[in-house]
């Protein structure tokens, strides 16, 4: 598979806490399918310093910036144009997703940003037990005027996918 954003360059396997996946050695964007995603942010092996993780939360946005929804790149097994998303529709995260469901792309360190992303947002849902657990058993609410904190519903139930 070749790079899509690096013209001519192959992926190269990689493994990446105990999961394969595909690397390009230029630009060192990645290429996950879902499972192999979820494997990743469901492991802790990576441990991110407090700066790091408190970078990516500062890094926090809604939507998806016109400048990421114009910039298309195609799938690496389809060859199909893929669509722009924001991981955890709140995290800053843009990704990439193949219409068809063949993976997601990460650009450079977007990988661990959104390990350090899953970690910050487990820290803070322990700490805060009960509030969230209220939090996740309520009804979401679309009509809610957005407060400027991550919503912890979507964050824990609908990772990716708006
Ligand atoms: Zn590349
Ligand atoms: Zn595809």
Same mark, same amino acid.
Request: aromatic share 10%; proline share 6%.
């Given at each position: 598979? =070749?790079?899509?954003? #690096?013209?001519?360059?192959?992926?190269?396997?990689?493994?990446?806490?105990? @999961?394969?996946?595909?690397?390009?050695? %230029? $630009?060192?964007?990645?290429?996950?399918?879902?499972? =192999? @995603?979820?494997?990743?942010?469901?492991?802790?092996? @990576?441990?991110?310093?407090?700066?790091?993780?408190? &970078?990516?939360? /500062?890094? !926090?946005?809604?939507?998806?910036? %016109?400048? /990421?929804?114009?910039?298309?790149?195609? #799938?690496? &097994? $389809?060859?199909?144009?893929? !669509? !722009?998303?924001?991981? *955890?529709?709140?995290? *800053? @995260?843009?990704?990439?997703?193949?219409?068809?469901?063949? *993976?997601?792309?990460?650009?450079?360190?977007?990988?661990?940003?959104? %390990?350090?992303?899953?970690?910050?947002? %487990?820290? &803070?849902?322990?700490?805060?037990?009960? =509030?969230?657990?209220?939090?996740?058993?309520?009804?979401?609410? =679309?009509?809610?005027?957005?407060? *400027? !904190?991550?919503?912890?519903?979507?964050?824990?139930?609908?990772?990716?996918?708006?």
């Amino acid at each position: 598979m =070749e790079c899509p954003r #690096c013209p001519s360059v192959e992926l190269a396997k990689e493994n990446y806490e105990g @999961v394969e996946i595909d690397r390009c050695p %230029q $630009c060192k964007g990645a290429w996950l399918d879902y499972g =192999e @995603v979820s494997k990743i942010v469901e492991k802790r092996q @990576v441990v991110f310093s407090q700066e790091f993780k408190a &970078e990516a939360m /500062a890094e !926090t946005f809604r939507g998806v910036p %016109q400048e /990421a929804q114009e910039s298309r790149i195609p #799938c690496p &097994e $389809c060859m199909r144009m893929m !669509t !722009t998303f924001n991981y *955890g529709s709140d995290s *800053g @995260v843009i990704l990439d997703k193949c219409k068809k469901d063949h *993976g997601f792309w990460f650009d450079n360190d977007e990988l661990e940003k959104v %390990q350090a992303l899953r970690e910050s947002w %487990q820290d &803070e849902a322990s700490k805060r037990g009960d =509030e969230w657990k209220k939090l996740i058993s309520s009804e979401p609410s =679309e009509e809610e005027p957005y407060d *400027g !904190t991550l919503s912890p519903f979507k964050l824990l139930v609908n990772l990716f996918y708006d």
